[in-house]
């Protein structure tokens, strides 16, 4: 991130900017080596944001105005969201932008490393800079970077009402320095971005942010986020050190052979004056001479050397270093390491032993809320300026799922056991056995009510006769 970080320092320095927060950065990262030799962090975080967003439901209820939102809502929850909320696990912090591309919204998703603040009021944005896209051209090994700012200005009506709206603005940098190029001169980029336009009428500055909940300690106000593996970079940086120590502990137990220098033969290189300028050793070739040479012989001259290998020890030192990650996240034992039993009797019991797996659920799933009605705020917004469809009131519900702990047969020991006070009934009952809507379930409930008493009168009618 050191180049994108320049580049973005560099930008603010040129439009008379500051920039309000770093990137936290930590002793040891492996963040960038998932494509490589693996990342420990992108395991963990990805694993965390699945865990968080599994099932999440995002209805968002009311008029016309709402269904649109309700469309984009479940765009977002299946494309964008785990990714987002994984990125700003990995990087401490993650914005949305979202944009109108003439049939639906675009949500682009940038990491810490990707995006600066330029100004913010508390933890609500005002301002910032993103890198939008790359490109390194291939014979002069130059490097150009398409970046945007966005911010809130001060904007007067047609009649005269003084109200905020959001601008955009693009740059275009040239190996880390401004540069007088616009997208003319790039016309790939130009297809699909503008150089400046202005939203107006905007409640809040048209971008979402989710902003991790870790705490840097040598920085608590800090306005920029901190990675959730702030504090575990001495086991991350030892569990790669004991992979690598695992892969030369199979190349060091190998089998060798041991043989007298007998069986070898060696051919001396010798110069155009007889000299010897070289000398090549002639192993034997294939099993059957190799023995065949051992027989001839008549004794053994030739012994086998195969170590077993030390692997337990090190799977044990993993997987404790496994724990000490979690511990520092602050996650229970499993995710990464081994669980520490899966005989679990009930319930209960898994809940006790996931105690601070589900406060850091829990945590998270407060933050992504406000992040996402932040985003809710945006789209409504930018269909209000595009004219499509009709304005009105909307409603967003936030439907976690809490499966990971809670098995079927628990909950529908749950729904059962209610049901002898009155604290469930039927259709709490169909909503979770055939995950029917509350309104489906009502209506089914009602009608096989309605067809049993049709039934039982037609059974006690023909009684009667």
């Not at 990342?39 to 439901?57: G, H, P, Y």
Request: proline share 4%; with cysteine.
């Amino acid at each position: 991130m050191g180049f994108l970080n320049s580049a973005l320092d560099r930008l603010a320095a040129a439009i008379g900017k500051r920039i309000q927060g770093v990137q936290p950065q930590q002793a040891y990262s492996d963040a960038a080596d998932k494509g490589t030799v693996g990342s420990v962090e992108s395991q963990i975080c990805e694993s965390l944001a699945t865990l968080v967003t599994s099932d999440f439901r995002m209805p968002v209820v009311g008029g016309q105005r709402a269904a649109q939102l309700d469309a984009t809502a479940r765009d977002f929850v299946l494309n964008y969201f785990t990714n987002a909320m994984s990125m700003a696990f990995l990087s401490g912090d993650a914005i949305i932008v979202p944009s109108w591309n003439g049939h639906g919204f675009d949500n682009v998703v940038v990491d810490s490393g990707n995006f600066a603040i330029l100004g913010a009021n508390g933890r609500e944005l005002t301002s910032v800079i993103y890198v939008v896209d790359k490109k390194t051209m291939k014979n002069t090994s130059t490097v150009y970077t398409l970046m945007r700012k966005v911010e809130l200005v001060p904007y007067t009506a047609v009649d005269g009402t003084q109200a905020m709206a959001t601008r955009y603005k693009t740059y275009i940098m040239r190996d880390q320095q401004m540069s007088s190029l616009t997208l003319a001169d790039f016309p790939d980029w130009a297809e699909h971005n503008e150089d400046e336009w202005v939203v107006p009428n905007t409640p809040r500055l048209l971008v979402a942010r989710y902003r991790s909940f870790a705490l840097d300690p040598r920085n608590p106000n800090a306005q920029k986020g901190t990675p959730i593996c702030f504090g575990a970079s001495q086991p991350i940086k030892e569990i790669h050190y004991l992979d690598s120590q695992m892969h030369s502990e199979f190349e060091l137990s190998e089998k060798a052979v041991f043989a007298d220098r007998s069986l070898f033969h060696k051919r001396y290189k010798r110069d155009g004056q007889g000299n010897i300028v070289d000398a090549v050793v002639d192993l034997p070739k294939g099993k059957e001479r190799l023995f065949q040479s051992l027989a001839d012989g008549g004794a053994p001259t030739l012994k086998e050397w195969a170590p077993s290998i030390q692997l337990q020890p090190y799977l044990d030192g993993l997987q404790e270093q496994y724990r000490k990650v979690e511990n520092a996240v602050g996650i229970s034992h499993g995710i990464l390491s081994n669980p520490n039993s899966t005989g679990y009797e009930n319930v209960d019991n898994v809940r006790k032993s996931m105690r601070k797996t589900q406060a850091f659920v829990n945590a998270a799933r407060n933050v992504a809320e406000g992040m996402l009605s932040e985003l809710v705020v945006c789209w409504d917004t930018l269909l209000n300026y595009y004219g499509i469809g009709a304005v009105g009131e909307y409603h967003v519900e936030y439907q976690w799922s809490n499966d990971y702990i809670n098995t079927f047969s628990d909950q529908l020991n749950a729904i059962v056991a209610g049901q002898a006070f009155g604290g469930s009934d039927a259709v709490d009952y169909r909503m979770l056995v055939f995950n029917e809507t509350p309104e489906v379930a009502r209506d089914r409930v009602t009608a096989i009510k309605e067809d049993n008493a049709d039934d039982l009168g037609t059974l006690i009618g023909g009684l009667d006769e």
